[in-house]
Every structure is written in C-alpha cells, then in structure tokens.
C-alpha cells in the first residue's frame, strides 16, 4: 500500500541533516535581538539617551556587510580546527564560542558604569553573528540536494522564530523572575539573563559537534600556497565574476529580483506596530497576537513552504509566495476600517505571517540554488545583502508616506509595488527552464 504523495513528503523533516538545522537555527537566531530589541530595553532601563540607544542600533549593521569577510569565511582555513572538523563546522564551532565569550562579556558589564565596554561585547556578538550566519548558509546549501533545501529553510526558520521569543520574551523574563524591584535599575538581573542566553549557545556548540560535514569539497586556498595578489583575487573577486560569468546578461534579471522579491513586506512591516498602536490595540494585544501567535503562524508557513517546494518546485513556489505576500497586505485595509478589533487582528496576522514563511522558505531555496558551492559563503551573503538595500531604504520613507496619504493608501501601495516582482519571478522562471543544467556551477548534485 502506498502512501500519499504529501505525507511521504512530510518525510523529508526526518532526514538528519534537516532536523538538525532546527537547533542550528536557534543558535542562528539567539543573538540578533540580544544586540538590539532586548538589549534596547536594557539600555532604556539603565537610563541611556534614547538618541544613544538609537545610535547603537548601527550595531546591526554587521550583518548588512557581512559580504565583505564572507570570502575568508568560504576559503582560509583555520588552524587544527579545519583539519579535525572540517571547513564548515570549523567555522561554525569558532563563531558560537566567540558569541557565547561575548554576551558573557555584556553580562558583566553595566553599561551605567562602562557603556563602552557594553557597546564593544555587542559589537563582537554581531560580529561573530554575522560570520556565523556565513557559515551555516554555505553549510545549509552544500548539505543537502536542491529538492531538500526548501525543507532546510523551513526548520531553520522555525528554529530561529523560537530563539527571537528566547532572545526576546525569554530574557526579558528571566530578568523580571530575578529583579527584586522594578522601581529602580538594578544591573543583576540583566547580568542572570544574557548568562543564561551565553549558556544556550551550547545548543549550536552541540549541534555543530554532532553533524557531519558536506560531502562537497570546494578547494582551500592557503596564501602560502600562491601569494597574496593571487589569494586576494581568487577569493574576494572570483566568487563575483563567476556569478557574472555564468549568468551573464540574465545576472541583472537575477539581481533585480534578488532586490524587490521581500519588498512589499519589509515596507509594510515597519510601520506595522504604529499601526496596531494608532488602531487602539494594547500591548498585550500586540504581543500574544504578532510576537507570539504571528511567529507560530510564521513557522507553519515556512514548514508549508518547504513542501510546497519539493512538490512544486522552487520557481512555482516562489511566484505563489510573491502573490500571497503582496495579496495579504490588502488585509491591513480592511482592518484599518475596522480599527480595533482583536479577531480581525488575530485573521490579518494570521494571513500575512503564514504567507511570509511560504515566501521565505521559497526564496531561501531559490538563492541556494543560484550559488556556486565553490563559493557557496561568498555567493550567498552577497544575495542577501543585496536583499536587504532596496527594501530597507525605501522603509525609510513608511512614515512620510502613511502621514501624507493615510493608512489604506499605504498599505494598498505596499500591495501594489509586490507586482513588478511577479514579473521578475516570471521572467526568471522562464530563464531556469532555459537552462539546461540544474545545478548551478556545473556540479553533479550527489548530496544525500
């Protein structure tokens, strides 16, 4: 007897390599907020400016700019760790030790007594971050066939959502559990929460000691082996001109999608929580219904994408998750007519978060399959960087926007500029069947 075709696709969330990107997702996700939406709260309850604690926020820019050391991330080695773990894991192990190291030291550290020093562990935190981020995209991309990395995207989506509520509702309360007075700030239970955030770091520390390392072998190059000119070329410039090279003229197609493909809800989503605040809805209400139930709603998407995915295929799914993101920010007009009405609230997010995880699982496997896994780190955090500058630019101009046309307008907009996307993901879907060879750089996928 044989199964149906969907539950035999749910298999593909037993497969090793795909249960263990939950936990490395975790350890993906735990320290973003720990840098800015936690730390915030910590800094505003120690009494900092808020002009600093908005200034501290460039913190994050770590992570716009990762490209810029991704090609040592894919190429140098590192001393005995390389060689009894491999590259990858190398990498991996290196870069959750130093997150750990560093949000131990900003647990022992008042920022009322040395704010420097704060800003300096939180500097080291994103930084390590970042490269860990690097590492475990090129991980993520050379572990597993192009079929199975919408399921990779998905449990590392949902690893990571559930280390944004650790990293953000966590520590905020395991900081009210040990605060004996709220009245007044007191640096010790700041200190007991980003400890034990250090402490769940382990989970990745684990994790990374457990998995195996990629088949693929993509060659090390050692800058005693050919001189620095050449080393410098082969690793910072290659991975860029291959790209080119390969796409050639349909590269500019690939990065204009690359672009606009989440712009409709970066737009949207920065000025959502003025939004639900001008609608009358309280903070409760905005937390258990956008912070929490929206992220389960986000993890489900993102498992719904990953089938969808494999039995669909990424462009499919890809066009599928551009409408679905754009059609359900027409929802926000509706219940901007409502105003405050907290199941019109709970259908909205539920709508809108459940889309975004198909569209994110989709795009992830799209940019995975776009990369040469001889530069798999490089490649990658170049795609995501690109991602992010167009959208976060024009979020910039939300607020000029809603003040000057209103909240509908706004929201129809935001709608309306997801269409040159379908176009882009068309086109690019007309280009992937024009090519003959599925994997991107040539290689035969033999990954298992």
Not at 275 to 291: H, L, N, P
Request: proline fraction near 4%.
């Amino acid at each position: 007897m044989t199964s149906h075709p969907w539950l035999a696709a749910l298999k593909i969330y037993a497969h090793p390599r795909v249960v263990g990107m939950l936990f490395l997702g975790f350890s993906a996700g735990l320290p973003l907020l720990l840098v800015l939406g936690t730390l915030s709260f910590w800094l505003s309850e120690a009494g900092i400016a808020r002009a600093t604690i908005g200034h501290l926020s460039w913190v994050g820019l770590a992570y716009g700019f990762k490209f810029l050391w991704s090609p040592l991330v894919d190429r140098l080695p590192l001393p005995l760790l390389t060689r009894t773990l491999g590259r990858r894991r190398a990498w991996l192990l290196l870069s959750q030790v130093c997150i750990a190291a560093a949000l131990l030291g900003m647990a022992n550290t008042d920022p009322v007594v040395n704010l420097s020093h704060t800003v300096f562990f939180a500097l080291a935190v994103a930084f390590a971050s970042a490269t860990q981020d690097i590492a475990l995209d090129a991980y993520r991309i050379e572990a597993v066939a192009i079929e199975k990395q919408g399921a990779m995207a998905a449990t590392y989506q949902a690893g990571y959502r559930i280390a944004m509520i650790t990293a953000g509702a966590g520590a905020l309360w395991i900081a009210a559990s040990v605060d004996l007075s709220e009245a007044t700030y007191d640096f010790r239970p700041w200190q007991v929460a980003y400890m034990a955030m250090a402490a769940l770091m382990g989970v990745g520390m684990l994790t990374t000691l457990i998995i195996r390392e990629p088949e693929h072998r993509a060659p090390l190059t050692r800058i005693a082996d050919q001189g620095f000119a050449r080393w410098l070329a082969s690793s910072f410039v290659q991975p860029f001109l291959e790209f080119i090279e390969r796409f050639k003229w349909q590269a500019l197609l690939i990065l204009a999608l690359i672009a606009v493909y989440r712009i409709s809800d970066v737009v949207m989503g920065v000025m959502s929580n003025p939004f639900y605040q001008e609608m009358g809805f309280t903070k409760d209400e905005v937390a258990t219904v956008s912070k929490v139930y929206g992220v389960i709603m986000t993890i489900a998407g993102a498992g719904l994408g990953g089938l969808l995915v494999l039995r669909m295929g990424v462009m499919r799914t890809l066009f599928l998750g551009a409408v679905l993101s754009a059609a359900t920010n027409l929802l926000f007009v509706w219940l901007a007519g409502r105003g405050h009405d907290v199941s019109a609230l709970v259908f909205t997010v539920s709508a809108d978060n459940l889309s975004a995880g198909i569209a994110s699982s989709a795009f992830v496997a799209y940019l995975s399959g776009l990369v040469n896994q001889n530069f798999s780190a490089t490649q990658y955090a170049l795609f995501t960087s690109v991602m992010l500058l167009l959208p976060k630019f024009i979020a910039g101009f939300s607020g000029e926007f809603v003040d000057a046309f209103g909240w509908a307008n706004f929201f129809t907009g935001t709608a309306m500029i997801g269409v040159p996307v379908l176009i882009l993901v068309w086109l690019a879907g007309r280009v992937a069947l024009a090519t003959s060879n599925p994997e991107p750089g040539g290689q035969e996928d033999k990954r298992r």
